[in-house]
């Protein structure tokens, strides 16, 4: 077991205070963060208190605290899980060989690019996110928010700590970069296509903390199977946050259509009281859906077989031991490929098609929540689903991208995508009106007209409780 020290100006169970070095790269670091945080995170609330959870161990139970406090003063911390001792490499060429607990020289490339296209998506996810905060339809809401915000925050530190500790000069450079970059800048973008989108309203957010960070659940898993010990830790905690980053999207987008399933059952066009109709919520679903399965990168990727080759990243679940042959080999995997005006099925090696595999399983993911929804909207008793879009619609990676699809998945013609676009994807009419109703309901126990109270409030206390304290 790692100690914790939670007094440290880093909060850690990665006994920092044992090397100095690295302490002192880290704590040089951290006041760029917090300048970071200030210019480009939630605006205006870093006064204010917010009754946060915060990471302080890993043990499980008693793994965070929760304590209004002021965003900036924020004890994002480093937390690895627990090290399993005598750990072996459980996939691919090096099946059975010790886990690495540094980078093999010949990794080091590779190994950089994924902890910095991991790390870049985290604080990019808060600069989408920051001006959502003036529109909070609710306090309750608005907590949501900023404990999103705040959990990215720490899984940036939590990449910057593996930058710093296991790539030296180049590994403090990269951390540098993750607080340059900046999500939609044309200059310096983020890194990969979603993170820099904007994310202009709080149907846009639930859309995104469902689908997006979702993404950030497969990826991570993937990663916490890897044979780079510290990696596969690192991850493996940040998962625990994630959860609730993607109960925040399931419930948010859930509550929506729920108001407007209310709505509908009473006879009440949604539109007339400030409500959200289903066919717009139908399109966010479409555009954020979409925009994640690019996330996975192509369906037969090299990258893909190497990092899976390596021991670098594993299936999802790999060492729950629900794969036939821990090394992938002798086996295909069929996915349908556009021939002119055609899909053809077409086979891969298995090891290459390591994207498809995760990409699926996060599929199955999103139909579950889906299901959910539409189990709700059963029971109001109005007539009408939410359907998960086809891996092939929209894409702009990997074998379907520069072909067009219907959400149904089915080949169409430049010509039938654009008569029908706006049905499918949000049109900046169907954007404007969800600005519209973007109005802040600051009052405790006060919630937005196009939204449903949760269930539940935050750590069991009820939704009026005080989520936020105004300075
Ligand atoms: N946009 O072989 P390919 C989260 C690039 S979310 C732009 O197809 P590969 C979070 C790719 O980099 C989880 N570029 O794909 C959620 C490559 O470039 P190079 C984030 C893209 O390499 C919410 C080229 O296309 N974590 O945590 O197998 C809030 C061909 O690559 C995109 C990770 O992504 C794209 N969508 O896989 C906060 C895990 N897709 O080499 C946080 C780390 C691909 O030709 N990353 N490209 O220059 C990876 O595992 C892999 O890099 C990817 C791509 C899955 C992203
Ligand atoms: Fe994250
Ligand atoms: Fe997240």
Same mark, same amino acid.
């Given at each position: 077991?790692?100690?914790?020290?939670?007094?440290?100006?880093?909060?850690?169970?990665?006994?920092?205070?044992?090397?100095?070095?690295?302490?002192?790269?880290?704590?040089?670091?951290?006041?760029?963060?917090?300048?970071?945080?200030?210019?480009?995170?939630?605006?205006?609330?870093?006064?204010?208190?917010?009754? $946060?959870?915060?990471?302080?161990?890993?043990?499980?139970?008693?793994?965070?605290?929760?304590?209004?406090?002021?965003?900036?003063?924020?004890?994002?911390?480093?937390?690895?899980?627990?090290?399993?001792?005598?750990? /072996?490499?459980?996939? *691919?060429?090096?099946?059975?060989?010790?886990?690495?607990?540094?980078?093999?020289?010949?990794?080091?490339?590779?190994?950089?690019?994924?902890?910095?296209?991991?790390?870049?998506?985290?604080?990019?996810?808060?600069?989408?996110?920051?001006?959502?905060?003036?529109?909070?339809?609710?306090?309750?809401?608005?907590?949501?928010?900023?404990?999103? +915000?705040?959990?990215?925050?720490?899984?940036?530190?939590?990449?910057?700590?593996? =930058?710093?500790?296991?790539?030296?000069?180049?590994?403090?450079?990269?951390?540098?970069?993750?607080?340059?970059?900046?999500?939609?800048?044309?200059?310096?973008?983020?890194?990969?296509?979603?993170? +820099?989108?904007?994310?202009?309203?709080?149907?846009?957010?639930? %859309?995104?903390?469902?689908?997006?960070?979702?993404?950030?659940?497969?990826?991570?898993?993937?990663?916490?199977?890897?044979?780079?010990?510290? $990696?596969?830790?690192?991850?493996?905690?940040?998962?625990?946050?994630?959860?609730?980053?993607?109960?925040? *999207?399931?419930?948010?987008?859930?509550?929506?259509? !729920?108001?407007?399933?209310?709505?509908?059952?009473?006879?009440?066009?949604?539109?007339?009281?400030?409500?959200?109709?289903?066919?717009?919520?139908?399109?966010?679903?479409?555009?954020?859906?979409?925009?994640?399965?690019?996330?996975?990168? *192509?369906?037969?990727?090299?990258?893909?077989?190497?990092?899976?080759?390596?021991?670098?990243?594993?299936?999802?679940?790999?060492?729950?031991?629900?794969?036939?042959?821990?090394?992938?080999?002798?086996?295909?995997?069929?996915?349908?490929?556009?021939?002119?005006?055609?899909?053809?099925?077409?086979?891969?090696?298995?090891?290459?098609?390591?994207?498809? =595999?995760? =990409?699926?399983?996060?599929?199955?993911? %999103?139909?579950? #929540?889906?299901?959910?929804?539409?189990?709700? =909207?059963?029971?109001?008793?109005?007539?009408?689903? #939410?359907?998960?879009?086809?891996?092939? %619609?929209?894409?702009?990676?990997?074998?379907?991208?520069? !072909?067009?699809?219907?959400?149904?998945?089915?080949?169409?013609?430049?010509?039938?995508?654009?008569? !029908?676009?706006?049905?499918?994807?949000?049109?900046?009419?169907?954007?404007?009106?969800?600005?519209?109703?973007? /109005?802040?309901?600051?009052?405790?126990? /006060?919630?937005?007209?196009?939204?449903?109270?949760?269930?539940?409030?935050?750590?069991?206390?009820?939704?009026?409780?005080?989520?936020?304290?105004?300075?």
């Amino acid at each position: 077991m790692s100690t914790v020290d939670l007094d440290a100006k880093i909060p850690n169970n990665v006994n920092l205070k044992d090397d100095k070095r690295l302490q002192r790269a880290l704590e040089s670091w951290q006041p760029k963060f917090i300048e970071w945080w200030k210019e480009t995170g939630p605006t205006d609330f870093n006064l204010d208190q917010i009754y $946060l959870r915060t990471a302080i161990g890993v043990g499980k139970g008693g793994w965070a605290h929760f304590d209004h406090v002021r965003m900036p003063e924020y004890r994002w911390g480093i937390f690895l899980a627990d090290p399993i001792a005598d750990r /072996k490499i459980h996939f *691919g060429d090096q099946l059975g060989s010790p886990a690495w607990n540094q980078v093999p020289g010949e990794m080091r490339n590779r190994l950089r690019r994924l902890i910095v296209t991991q790390g870049d998506t985290e604080p990019a996810s808060v600069e989408q996110q920051r001006l959502l905060g003036h529109t909070a339809p609710s306090l309750y809401d608005m907590r949501s928010l900023f404990q999103v +915000n705040v959990e990215e925050g720490r899984h940036l530190w939590a990449m910057v700590y593996l =930058l710093h500790t296991y790539f030296g000069s180049d590994g403090r450079d990269e951390a540098e970069d993750l607080l340059k970059r900046r999500s939609g800048n044309a200059d310096h973008p983020r890194i990969l296509e979603a993170f +820099n989108k904007p994310i202009q309203d709080w149907l846009s957010f639930f %859309c995104f903390t469902t689908f997006t960070d979702r993404d950030g659940k497969y990826q991570l898993s993937a990663l916490a199977e890897s044979g780079f010990d510290p $990696l596969a830790r690192t991850t493996q905690f940040m998962l625990t946050e994630e959860a609730y980053h993607m109960q925040t *999207g399931e419930n948010g987008v859930g509550r929506v259509i !729920h108001r407007t399933a209310q709505l509908m059952k009473e006879g009440t066009d949604p539109r007339t009281v400030g409500a959200i109709p289903m066919d717009i919520i139908q399109k966010y679903v479409n555009e954020w859906s979409t925009a994640s399965y690019d996330l996975f990168g *192509g369906e037969d990727s090299t990258n893909a077989a190497e990092y899976f080759a390596t021991g670098l990243k594993g299936r999802y679940r790999e060492g729950d031991g629900i794969y036939k042959d821990p090394k992938a080999l002798n086996q295909d995997y069929t996915m349908p490929v556009p021939q002119g005006d055609k899909l053809v099925d077409q086979k891969v090696p298995l090891r290459r098609a390591m994207n498809a =595999l995760l =990409l699926d399983a996060y599929h199955a993911d %999103c139909a579950r #929540i889906v299901d959910r929804w539409n189990r709700d =909207l059963k029971a109001i008793g109005v007539d009408v689903q #939410i359907k998960l879009p086809s891996l092939r %619609c929209n894409r702009n990676q990997g074998i379907y991208a520069g !072909h067009r699809f219907n959400p149904d998945g089915q080949l169409i013609s430049q010509h039938e995508w654009e008569a !029908h676009r706006d049905q499918w994807f949000p049109t900046q009419k169907d954007r404007e009106y969800v600005q519209s109703l973007m /109005k802040p309901v600051l009052e405790r126990g /006060k919630i937005a007209n196009w939204i449903a109270p949760p269930h539940q409030g935050a750590n069991n206390q009820p939704f009026d409780f005080e989520y936020v304290k105004f300075h």
